[in-house]
């Protein structure tokens, strides 16, 4: 049972650095989303896909924040010239376009040094 | 502020003993909600949804049920075990077909089961 999946599982950056996450959705789901969690807070949606077309950008996802998915499968979120405060755990979730349930991955954990 | 919320930030239970999490939230325009289990360190987990022309669903030692009079979701969890230690979120949906924006989170709730 394939499920969505997300590398690196951990990164550690210094301040400044790019840095990039992958998220492979489950198979056959159209949409795929990106959310940012905190310690101690739920989830906050960032942007969705659905195919290859970004159709909904939070307003937290800063200028330095960029996400593709060019062949609607795959998609990478890339952090520009990080900060402190972009440390948090970059969820990514995929669900079918005709259905409402979103499953998402295990994380990405992003620590800014 | 947010649209959805928990009442408590942590709820300890026996083990054994039912446990209730409750969620109110705020937009009446809401048509899916949906909790999700967190266990440190993971992404969250699925655990059951409701649409909002149901007042009740259940799974597998849970239920869910809508009051839509009220604004006000609540997650039921049979007979808890230590596997059922975890936060838990309740989410809701505001767009048809799918949603337009993802899902709206509350902050959560801590379960707690004691031996």
């Known amino acids: 049972d394939t499920g969505v999946s997300q590398n690196p599982r951990h990164k550690i950056t210094k301040r400044g650095q790019n840095v990039t996450f992958r998220c492979d959705p489950i198979?056959?789901?159209?949409?795929l989303y990106w959310y940012r969690q905190t310690l101690g807070q739920g989830p906050e949606f960032l942007t969705y896909?659905?195919?290859?077309?970004?159709?909904?950008k939070s307003r937290l996802l800063s200028d330095r924040f960029s996400a593709e998915r060019p062949k609607g499968s795959f998609s990478t979120l890339e952090i520009q010239r990080t900060e402190q405060g972009d440390s948090a755990m970059y969820l990514c979730?995929?669900?079918?376009?005709?259905?409402?349930?979103?499953?998402f991955g295990e994380g990405s954990w992003l620590t800014v040094v | 502020g947010e649209s959805v919320g928990l009442h408590l930030p942590t709820l300890s239970v026996q083990e054994g003993d039912n446990s209730i999490i409750n969620c109110a939230y705020s937009?009446?325009?809401?048509?899916?909600f949906i909790w999700y289990k967190q266990e440190s360190g993971k992404g969250p987990q699925f655990i059951i949804d409701?649409?909002?022309?149901?007042d009740k669903r259940q799974g597998q030692r849970v239920t869910v049920l809508l009051n839509k009079t009220v604004k006000h979701l609540s997650l039921q969890i049979a007979a808890t075990q230590p596997g059922d230690s975890a936060v838990y979120f309740c989410?809701?949906?505001?767009?048809?077909?799918?949603?337009?924006?993802?899902?709206?989170f509350g902050k959560g709730t801590h379960l707690i089961i004691q031996p």
């Open positions: 979730a995929s669900s079918l376009v005709l259905g409402n349930t979103i499953y």
């Open positions: 198979s056959e789901h159209n949409r």
């Open positions: 896909f659905q195919n290859e077309a970004q159709l909904e």
């Open positions: 937009n009446s325009a809401s048509d899916y």
């Open positions: 409701i649409r909002s022309n149901m």
């Open positions: 989410a809701e949906n505001m767009g048809s077909g799918g949603g337009a924006d993802g899902l709206t």
